[in-house]
Protein backbone atom coordinates (compact mmCIF):
# COMPACT_ATOMS: atom_id res chain seq x y z
CA UNK A 1 0.00 0.00 0.00
CA UNK A 2 0.52 3.47 -0.15
CA UNK A 3 3.30 5.17 2.41
CA UNK A 4 3.82 8.67 3.04
CA UNK A 5 7.50 9.99 4.44
CA UNK A 6 7.00 13.53 6.36
CA UNK A 7 9.64 16.31 7.36
CA UNK A 8 10.39 17.65 9.43
CA UNK A 9 8.69 16.47 12.25
CA UNK A 10 8.77 19.77 13.99
CA UNK A 11 9.43 23.42 12.29
CA UNK A 12 10.51 26.69 14.24
CA UNK A 13 10.64 29.79 12.15
CA UNK A 14 10.58 33.47 13.15
CA UNK A 15 7.44 35.36 11.93
CA UNK A 16 7.74 36.53 8.59
CA UNK A 17 10.17 34.12 7.46
CA UNK A 18 9.23 31.46 5.22
CA UNK A 19 8.52 27.55 6.09
CA UNK A 20 8.74 24.19 4.13
CA UNK A 21 7.80 21.19 4.48
CA UNK A 22 8.25 17.75 2.54
CA UNK A 23 6.54 14.76 1.55
CA UNK A 24 7.58 11.73 -0.31
CA UNK A 25 5.05 9.13 -1.23
CA UNK A 26 5.73 5.06 -2.85
CA UNK A 27 3.03 4.84 -4.74
CA UNK A 28 3.08 5.98 -8.34
CA UNK A 29 -0.57 5.38 -9.13
CA UNK A 30 -1.31 8.44 -6.02
CA UNK A 31 -2.90 11.56 -7.88
CA UNK A 32 -4.41 13.88 -4.89
CA UNK A 33 -2.47 15.18 -2.80
CA UNK A 34 -4.03 17.51 -0.43
CA UNK A 35 -2.59 19.06 3.21
CA UNK A 36 -4.43 19.51 6.49
CA UNK A 37 -3.46 22.07 9.09
CA UNK A 38 -4.79 21.20 12.88
CA UNK A 39 -5.15 23.69 15.53
CA UNK A 40 -4.79 21.80 19.15
CA UNK A 41 -7.56 20.38 19.87
CA UNK A 42 -9.50 21.20 16.56
CA UNK A 43 -10.05 19.50 13.72
CA UNK A 44 -7.90 18.81 10.53
CA UNK A 45 -9.07 21.81 7.85
CA UNK A 46 -7.84 21.56 4.16
CA UNK A 47 -5.81 24.05 3.52
CA UNK A 48 -4.98 23.57 -0.37
CA UNK A 49 -4.45 20.56 -2.16
CA UNK A 50 -2.65 19.52 -5.71
CA UNK A 51 -3.60 16.71 -8.38
CA UNK A 52 -0.73 14.69 -10.38
CA UNK A 53 -2.08 17.01 -13.63
CA UNK A 54 -0.57 20.31 -12.07
CA UNK A 55 3.00 21.03 -10.86
CA UNK A 56 1.99 23.91 -9.11
CA UNK A 57 -0.91 25.68 -7.20
CA UNK A 58 -0.67 28.55 -4.90
CA UNK A 59 -3.09 30.19 -2.59
CA UNK A 60 -2.02 33.39 -1.20
CA UNK A 61 0.84 33.22 1.13
CA UNK A 62 0.47 29.12 0.84
CA UNK A 63 1.88 26.94 -2.16
CA UNK A 64 2.43 23.54 -3.26
CA UNK A 65 4.04 21.69 -5.63
CA UNK A 66 4.43 18.71 -6.84
CA UNK A 67 7.56 16.34 -8.65
CA UNK A 68 5.53 13.06 -10.07
CA UNK A 69 9.06 11.77 -11.35
CA UNK A 70 10.40 12.24 -7.95
CA UNK A 71 7.59 11.55 -5.57
CA UNK A 72 7.37 14.56 -3.66
CA UNK A 73 5.48 17.57 -3.01
CA UNK A 74 6.10 20.23 -0.47
CA UNK A 75 4.05 22.61 1.34
CA UNK A 76 5.30 26.61 1.14
CA UNK A 77 4.36 29.04 3.83
CA UNK A 78 5.76 32.57 3.19
CA UNK A 79 5.49 35.43 5.36
CA UNK A 80 4.28 33.14 8.24
CA UNK A 81 2.37 34.61 10.74
CA UNK A 82 1.83 33.12 14.48
CA UNK A 83 -1.56 32.02 13.35
CA UNK A 84 0.18 29.52 11.13
CA UNK A 85 1.37 27.67 14.27
CA UNK A 86 -0.20 24.31 14.04
CA UNK A 87 0.71 20.49 13.20
CA UNK A 88 0.78 19.97 9.58
CA UNK A 89 -0.05 17.14 7.10
CA UNK A 90 0.24 16.19 3.98
CA UNK A 91 -1.65 13.16 2.86
CA UNK A 92 -1.43 11.11 -0.59
CA UNK A 93 -4.50 8.67 -2.56
CA UNK A 94 -5.17 7.32 -5.58
CA UNK A 95 -8.58 8.51 -6.06
CA UNK A 96 -9.95 4.57 -6.40
CA UNK A 97 -13.25 4.16 -4.58
CA UNK A 98 -13.14 5.34 -1.22
CA UNK A 99 -10.70 7.73 -1.53
CA UNK A 100 -8.39 6.72 0.89
CA UNK A 101 -6.11 8.87 2.19
CA UNK A 102 -2.71 7.87 3.69
CA UNK A 103 -0.97 10.84 6.02
CA UNK A 104 2.26 11.64 6.85
CA UNK A 105 3.35 11.62 10.33
CA UNK A 106 2.68 15.60 10.65
CA UNK A 107 4.97 18.38 11.12
CA UNK A 108 4.76 20.87 13.98
CA UNK A 109 5.07 24.42 12.99
CA UNK A 110 5.43 27.01 16.12
CA UNK A 111 5.72 30.46 13.98
CA UNK A 112 7.83 32.68 16.76
CA UNK A 113 6.74 36.52 17.15
CA UNK B 1 -24.22 25.61 9.28
CA UNK B 2 -22.11 22.44 10.44
CA UNK B 3 -21.76 20.26 7.86
CA UNK B 4 -20.41 17.18 10.01
CA UNK B 5 -21.28 16.83 13.30
CA UNK B 6 -20.44 14.51 15.88
CA UNK B 7 -21.81 13.54 19.31
CA UNK B 8 -21.22 13.40 21.75
CA UNK B 9 -17.69 15.76 21.99
CA UNK B 10 -16.04 14.05 25.01
CA UNK B 11 -17.28 10.55 26.21
CA UNK B 12 -15.91 8.63 29.11
CA UNK B 13 -16.44 4.89 29.26
CA UNK B 14 -15.08 2.32 31.77
CA UNK B 15 -12.97 -0.34 31.06
CA UNK B 16 -15.25 -3.18 28.61
CA UNK B 17 -18.37 -1.16 28.58
CA UNK B 18 -19.49 -0.94 24.83
CA UNK B 19 -20.04 2.70 24.07
CA UNK B 20 -21.13 4.59 20.68
CA UNK B 21 -20.02 7.31 18.57
CA UNK B 22 -22.82 9.22 16.32
CA UNK B 23 -21.62 11.53 13.19
CA UNK B 24 -23.99 12.60 10.80
CA UNK B 25 -23.45 15.10 8.07
CA UNK B 26 -25.60 17.98 6.12
CA UNK B 27 -23.73 17.90 2.95
CA UNK B 28 -25.02 14.53 1.11
CA UNK B 29 -21.86 13.50 0.78
CA UNK B 30 -21.62 9.63 -0.67
CA UNK B 31 -18.12 8.21 1.59
CA UNK B 32 -17.62 8.72 5.34
CA UNK B 33 -14.77 7.75 7.30
CA UNK B 34 -13.88 7.28 10.79
CA UNK B 35 -10.70 7.93 11.91
CA UNK B 36 -9.06 7.18 15.13
CA UNK B 37 -6.31 9.97 16.20
CA UNK B 38 -3.45 9.47 19.14
CA UNK B 39 -1.56 12.36 20.49
CA UNK B 40 0.94 13.71 17.63
CA UNK B 41 0.09 11.30 15.60
CA UNK B 42 -1.99 11.40 11.92
CA UNK B 43 -5.46 10.35 11.96
CA UNK B 44 -5.47 6.34 11.54
CA UNK B 45 -8.46 4.88 8.95
CA UNK B 46 -10.28 2.64 10.89
CA UNK B 47 -12.80 2.36 8.13
CA UNK B 48 -15.50 3.86 5.57
CA UNK B 49 -18.50 3.63 3.76
CA UNK B 50 -18.83 4.49 -0.06
CA UNK B 51 -22.67 4.73 0.14
CA UNK B 52 -23.53 1.39 1.55
CA UNK B 53 -20.56 -0.54 1.01
CA UNK B 54 -18.82 -1.27 3.94
CA UNK B 55 -14.33 -0.70 3.47
CA UNK B 56 -12.53 -2.40 6.87
CA UNK B 57 -9.06 -1.80 7.14
CA UNK B 58 -6.92 -4.60 7.51
CA UNK B 59 -5.58 -3.77 10.64
CA UNK B 60 -8.80 -2.67 12.20
CA UNK B 61 -9.83 -4.35 15.26
CA UNK B 62 -12.73 -6.75 15.35
CA UNK B 63 -13.46 -4.51 18.84
CA UNK B 64 -14.71 -1.29 16.33
CA UNK B 65 -17.81 -2.06 14.18
CA UNK B 66 -19.56 1.00 12.20
CA UNK B 67 -23.39 1.16 11.00
CA UNK B 68 -24.73 3.82 8.49
CA UNK B 69 -28.30 3.14 8.50
CA UNK B 70 -28.78 6.17 5.84
CA UNK B 71 -26.60 8.84 3.60
CA UNK B 72 -26.80 11.13 6.60
CA UNK B 73 -25.66 8.91 9.76
CA UNK B 74 -22.57 6.68 11.03
CA UNK B 75 -21.75 4.97 13.88
CA UNK B 76 -18.94 3.94 15.12
CA UNK B 77 -18.95 1.26 17.97
CA UNK B 78 -16.47 -0.23 20.41
CA UNK B 79 -17.91 -3.17 21.43
CA UNK B 80 -15.45 -3.65 24.78
CA UNK B 81 -12.70 -0.53 24.91
CA UNK B 82 -9.30 -0.91 26.33
CA UNK B 83 -7.14 1.42 27.79
CA UNK B 84 -5.46 1.84 24.03
CA UNK B 85 -8.35 3.12 23.10
CA UNK B 86 -8.49 6.19 24.55
CA UNK B 87 -8.27 8.52 21.51
CA UNK B 88 -9.51 11.26 19.88
CA UNK B 89 -12.30 9.74 16.75
CA UNK B 90 -13.08 11.70 13.46
CA UNK B 91 -15.38 11.32 11.29
CA UNK B 92 -14.99 12.73 7.56
CA UNK B 93 -17.13 13.08 4.62
CA UNK B 94 -16.20 13.37 0.73
CA UNK B 95 -19.08 13.60 -2.23
CA UNK B 96 -16.87 11.55 -4.18
CA UNK B 97 -13.73 9.71 -3.79
CA UNK B 98 -11.27 12.56 -5.37
CA UNK B 99 -12.50 15.37 -3.51
CA UNK B 100 -11.91 16.79 -0.46
CA UNK B 101 -12.62 15.44 2.84
CA UNK B 102 -14.45 17.26 5.55
CA UNK B 103 -13.55 16.29 8.93
CA UNK B 104 -15.87 16.80 12.43
CA UNK B 105 -15.03 18.17 15.18
CA UNK B 106 -14.14 14.58 16.72
CA UNK B 107 -14.97 13.10 19.94
CA UNK B 108 -12.56 12.37 22.64
CA UNK B 109 -12.67 8.99 24.20
CA UNK B 110 -11.22 8.18 27.63
CA UNK B 111 -11.33 5.02 29.33
CA UNK B 112 -11.10 4.55 32.96
Known amino acids: GENVEQHPSTLSVQEGDSAVIKCTYS??????FPWYKQELGKRPQLIIDIRSNVGEKKDQRIAVTLNKTAKHFSLHITETQPEDSAVYFC????????????FGGGTRVLVKP | DAMVIQNPRYQVTQFGKPVTLSCSQT?????MYWYQQKSSQAPKLLFH???????NEADTPDNFQSRRPNTSFCFLDIRSPGLGDAAMYLC???????????FGPGTRLTVL
Open chain 2, 27 to 31: LNHNV
Open chain 1, 91 to 102: AASTGAAGNKLT
Open chain 2, 49 to 55: YYDKDFN
Open chain 2, 92 to 102: ATSRDPVNEQF
Open chain 1, 27 to 32: DSASNY
